[in-house]
């Protein structure tokens, strides 16, 4: 088998001068002085040949978008604190993560080296330098800028060489179709760039043998010519409709090539003719910023050289590629039809799941909360018709008793239209979550919404023969939900009735205590046990005393109120001296959280 030798020759143009050019840097600080201070400490800078275009942001939110739309920022001159005390850190991670922008040089920049730390700076954020203000004379600033252009020239000519070879390797082993062409002759005209180490520009032109029928719907082909790939200032070629013919400042030295059959090297334009196997040609039009050495003329021979083997395997396998990427086609849209079929039946599936657990919420939750109103509903009817008797069999005291009726018929509307907007409320909450409850915030009086809780509920606990009172503080007033308030205090009361002994004592009390305003309701009967502890405030959690009139329970009651109390900021706990002993629920709303009006 023949080996390919390159023989090396000294490089006899290393050194020339390089074509105009600007390095782009960005200044961010939120000090106009500092912008101008730069400019003026950077007026004249000059490295190889190229000056500085300078941009200027005056806030991190700025510096995004300047960002985001030029990418050619080679060195950022950062300030730590503009808009907020960390807006130049979180701008170091927005460059890196989310523009990706690995190779852009940062020099982070402070007039408050206390607030941002450099060890904890240089350790957690990928910052290239760290200076104070004070430090950043002009002589130290013009180094600290060599340095940096320094680094990013080395970084992009790396960045080139990686990206050129990633290229040549991902279009390598599928080299069947002029797609996977043009990726390799980008992947090349990228390489000899960065091997060179030069600046250039390319394009690389492929014409056909006329004899063979390859033109298929869609190729940007003029008599044969096909542009394949294009870099630097030609890159705008590779698609542009029509491809063919060529500006007039390159047209007549591709079709000088394509005659003369042969290579031409230029100080700064040169042409490099290929014949493949197959009877296609390939010429490539090379832009450098400096005249080959005799070195660079061979290397990219050899490049070219290299791609017209690739081109030949293009040739051979075009056919079989077509068919194969044709039935791959087909495969691959079945496999998404199927993928989306499973995904719809996924979300399905779940929207059941979620479906089912809403309908167990919501039905627990009305069957809780519907049972106190309508308590106290037939509460007031058994004593309107007490009162219908009364009025019946006295006739003297009859004013006196459709008086008294109307307060109950009064109190048993009130509560009907609590019993409508509660269930109202409550399916709007679960129709938007089963398990978020929204607030409306208002000024509310935690003593008066006690006492309409109380009053409310005296009936229940008349009828048992149990003394409910009331230790209410001056009106005490925080921000939040009025009915949710109501609720919670409502469960709280209602579940001293239902779980007090008969002719026992219960007392609401709302005070303030401690910067916190707190909503206690005591009574006297059977406490808590050590085994009430684990399960106090928990979704259907029954504790072990029982209704003492045979009143029932769906175990929702102080869940509710935990969640009301935590949603205004505050906490809901229970005491008890234990068994037999009483118990103590109560609700404590911090007032700096819950907003004192």
Known sequence: ????????????????????????????????????????ALAGYSLDGRGLDILSAHSAQEARALLAERRDVAIVLLDVVMETDDAGLKLVDYIRRDLKEETVRIILRTGQPGQAPERRVIVDYDINDYKAKTELTADKLFTSLT?????????????????????????????????????????????????????????????????????EA???????????????????????????????????????????????????????????????????????DRPLSDTDRALITLLAGRLSV????????????????????????????????NRRLDMQRSDLRRANSLKTEILGTIAHDL????????????????????????????????????????????????????????????MNDALDITLRR?????????REVCEANRPLAESKGQSLTTNLAAPLHLCGDAERLREALDNLVSNAIKYSYPGGAITV??????????????????GLSPEDAGRLFGRYQRLSAKPTGGEGSTGLGLSIVKRIAELHGGRAEAFSDGAGRGAVFSMRFPKETVGLV
């Open 1 to 40: 088998m023949d080996d390919d030798w390159l023989e090396l020759i000294p490089d006899e143009a290393a050194e020339a001068p390089a074509r105009a050019g600007t390095w782009t840097i960005a200044v961010i600080d939120d000090d106009p002085a500092v912008h101008e201070g730069t400019r003026y």
């Open 147 to 215: 340095a940096a252009l320094r680094a990013y020239q080395q970084l992009r000519r790396l960045d080139e060489t990686r990206r050129g070879l990633e290229i040549i390797i991902d279009a390598a082993p599928m080299l069947l179709d002029h797609k996977s062409m043009q990726r390799l002759a980008e992947g090349v005209l990228t390489q000899v760039a960065s091997l060179l180490n030069v600046d250039c520009a390319g394009i690389l032109v492929l014409r056909e043998d006329e004899r063979e029928d390859k033109r």
């Open 218 to 288: 869609g190729d940007r082909r003029e008599g044969g010519f096909c542009v394949l790939a294009g870099s630097g200032l030609y890159g705008g070629y590779v698609g542009r409709d029509p491809g063919w013919p060529l500006d007039p400042g390159i047209q007549p030295l591709v079709e000088q090539a394509f005659a003369a059959r042969r290579h031409s090297f230029g100080d700064h334009l040169s042409t490099l003719y290929v014949q493949t196997a197959s009877g296609s040609e390939i010429v490539a039009l090379i832009d450098t």
């Open 310 to 341: 690739a081109f030949d395997n293009v040739i051979l396998y075009e056919r079989l590629q077509r068919a194969n990427v044709t039935l791959e086609q087909r495969v691959v849209e079945r496999t998404a039809e199927l993928i989306r079929a």
């Open 371 to 430: 049972k106190n109103p309508l308590s106290v509903i037939l509460g007031r009817s058994e004593m309107l018709t007490d009162l219908i008797g009364l009025d019946q069999g006295e006739t003297s005291g009859s004013e006196n008793a459709r008086a008294a009726m109307r307060t109950q018929v009064d109190h048993i509307r009130t509560s009907a239209t609590r019993l409508i907007d509660m269930i109202d409320s409550l399916m709007a909450d679960a």
């Open 442 to 450: 208002e000024p509310v009086d935690l003593a008066g919404l006690a």
């Open 509 to 526: 009390s709302v005070r303030e205590e401690g910067g916190n305003y707190v909503c206690a309701v005591a009574d006297q009967g059977p």
